[in-house]
């Protein structure tokens, strides 16, 4: 089981942002904090784990003012069981690092950081709204160092207004060369609702069209191979035993916990997989939880069937595929059984291949998951 906290501040909404992400509540932070605490309390008898990772997403997490991020850890361990050797990581923007944040999650056991660097252009950071610039990021990811991280990832994304090719190898190589052992690289989805989706449907900005950004992404793939980046998820390269763990349970349709206004979880109750989320709005979701009550917007208990295909919609994200044994343990049936038409037809256009351990997509299906699901379906 992993425990996820959504933090949700942050001082600008990126233009391309479609999270449950809120600029401008910096003096809510700490009345926010103390309701997912208390949420947390409300949970402890339901979902006491053990947790063996944690994950404080957001918005910015590391907006934080000191002694937060902190509180959060110790009251969380106050109230849930986490593994001794839990993987903990925090998302970081560039900008709002310091060296005594920094030192305040290496005391509350924090072991990985994850920093949204995007892009190392400058013109296409701020193209996307980004309001740090390259020199912000080196200088995040030094102190990081220096803080005794030795787990780093870096978010890099592609397919941005004014981002050639050069410029997204150029981000690649400045992380990799900084010693990150892990990258996420991202395609750009432009998202109904953003700043940018808007400015791209009125023509006021233009993207690199399907074909330019399938070329950027294959060179930018092949780069992070040749500089040993192992890709072990669509858009995931990690160093040998960097792979990330927390969301390596969720492409495994594994049971976590979501706490914050927005989050989702997804647990086995009585022997039902049930999904829940909480409410979106943040004045409701404190609402709720200042009057002792969980901030639950919906519940949705999962039929079998639907279970079984988000197991292989999530799990054929990963290049290792969907483990055979597991999805029997977890099913009674092997995947390759089950879904006997849909796996012929994979192995029949070369998307697929299927061995005694995992069924599991080629590198042509990978970019093309989306429409070999369907048959899945």
């Given amino acids: 089981m992993e425990l996820y906290v959504h933090l949700p501040f942050c001082v600008r909404k990126c233009r391309y942002c479609d999270f449950a992400s809120f600029p401008g509540l910096e003096g809510s932070m700490e009345a926010y904090v103390g309701a997912v605490l208390r949420e947390a309390e409300l949970r402890r008898d339901e979902c006491a784990g053990p947790f063996r990772t944690v994950y404080f997403g957001g918005g910015t997490p590391s907006l934080l003012p000191a002694g937060l991020v902190g509180r959060i850890m110790t009251e969380a361990r106050s109230c849930f069981s986490i593994s001794p050797d839990a993987e903990i990581t925090i998302e970081c923007n560039p900008e709002s690092v310091t060296e005594i944040k920094l030192a305040e999650y290496r005391n509350a056991g924090i072991n990985r950081i994850s920093i949204g660097m995007q892009s190392s252009d400058d013109r296409v950071l701020a193209a996307i709204g980004r309001i740090h610039n390259k020199e912000q990021f080196l200088s995040a990811f030094e102190k990081a160092k ?103 349970n969720y492409w495994n349709n594994g049971d976590y916990l979501g706490l914050g206004v927005n989050a989702h979880s997804a647990l086995h109750i009585n022997g039902k997989w049930v999904r829940f989320a909480n409410k979106a709005s943040i004045g409701d979701f404190m609402a709720d939880l200042g009057g002792g009550r969980l901030p639950v917007a919906e519940t949705e208990e999962v039929g079998r069937e639907e279970e079984m295909f988000e197991c292989i919609m999530m799990g054929l994200r990963k290049t290792d595929g969907v483990s055979r044994a597991g999805f029997k343990e977890r099913f009674g049936i092997d995947p390759v059984e089950q879904y006997a038409s849909a796996v012929s037809a994979a192995l029949l256009t070369g998307n697929m291949e299927v061995t005694d351990e995992a069924m599991l997509l080629t590198k042509r299906g990978l970019d093309f998951q989306n429409e070999i699901l369907l048959d899945f379906m």
Avoid: W
């Fill in 146 to 248: 220096n803080a005794g991280f030795t787990n780093i990832n870096v978010d890099i994304m592609h397919g941005l207004p004014g981002q050639d090719a050069d410029s997204y190898l150029d981000s690649i190589r400045l992380a990799s060369g900084l010693g990150a052992n892990h990258i996420s690289s991202y395609a750009l989805i432009l998202e109904s609702g953003t700043q940018l989706y808007d400015d791209v449907t009125a023509g006021r900005v233009v993207l690199p069209d399907e074909d330019e950004v399938a070329d950027i992404e294959d060179a930018g793939f092949e780069l992070l191979s040749r500089l040993g980046y192992e890709r072990y998820e669509i858009s995931n390269f990690a160093k040998p035993g960097f792979r990330c763990r927390h969301n390596l």
